[in-house]
């Protein structure tokens, strides 16, 4: 079972994830962090950001890219990272990797996949999960055993990363994304969620049956997994209550990790 933290905002969820992250680079000073991009994430950098850490020595590999954007075009994942995570946290961009950034699309996924491999494997995955249950953009029906490729995104994604744009019609049609067998490599999943919206697929993906149908229920066969939710969130978990008292009871040596 992965271990549920619920809070009552998505600024004290910001501030556990952190409390992770830093934990763990005071640990290992270049350790490897998997970076999630969109709204969902960008408290746990806001919190880690205040704390002047020396994150020179992190080293970071997006989860994904859109496939056809213009390079330097701002809703890129490549300008969106640099914006809201490299440049705030004091990262140093050549050791910050984003997929496909050169050479045929068509290659750049095995080519990520050996990055990855190179550098050791991600120490620490922050992950988001959509509307349909996606996490990356491993839409329903992924592989659990599927790496790094091009996927064509639902209409509900492009819909609901539409506020991006300024026109559906200009959210692109494919991406390149960690696959899901990826994304389990990883030593620890950290999984957010935040607003009603995002109720049914995070109860699907802690407590539902695991499924190719709904992606992020893959985070139930790796070993640790933190997911934190607010209220709204959490608001269909059925041991909603469980998860509390376990993360208010936790014992002394589980409080410093």
């Not at 020179?56 to 330097?72: I, N």
């Amino acid at each position: 079972m992965a271990e549920v933290v619920i809070v009552d905002s998505k600024q004290a969820a910001g501030e556990v994830a952190a409390d992770l992250i830093e934990a763990l680079v005071r640990r290992t000073p270049d350790a490897v962090l998997g970076l999630a991009t969109g709204s969902t994430p960008l408290t746990t950098w806001s919190a880690l950001a205040a704390r002047a850490l020396d994150l020179s020595a992190v080293r970071g590999f997006a989860l994904d890219e859109y496939v056809g954007l213009p390079a330097g075009h701002p809703e890129s994942y490549r300008s969106v990272i640099t914006r809201e995570v490299v440049e705030p946290l004091g990262l140093t961009p050549s050791l910050v990797q984003v997929p496909a950034e050169s050479g045929p699309v068509e290659f750049a996924g095995d080519d990520y996949e050996r990055a990855i491999v190179a550098a050791g494997g991600v120490d620490l995955q922050i992950l988001g999960i959509g509307s349909t249950g996606h996490i990356g953009f491993n839409e329903p029906g992924s592989s659990f055993a599927s790496l790094t490729r091009v996927k064509t995104l639902t209409k509900q994604t492009r819909r609901d990363n539409a506020r991006f744009f300024d026109s559906p019609a200009d959210v692109p049609t494919h991406c390149i994304t960690q696959g899901l067998g990826t994304i389990q490599r990883a030593r620890h999943l950290v999984l957010l969620a935040f607003g009603e919206a995002k109720a049914a697929a995070l109860a699907g993906a802690v407590e539902g049956p695991v499924t190719a149908s709904l992606p992020g229920s893959a985070i139930q066969l790796h070993s640790t997994v933190t997911v934190i939710v607010d209220e709204a969130a959490a608001s269909e978990l059925k041991f909603a209550d469980y998860y509390r008292y376990s993360w208010d009871n936790r014992l002394d040596w589980e409080r410093l990790h």
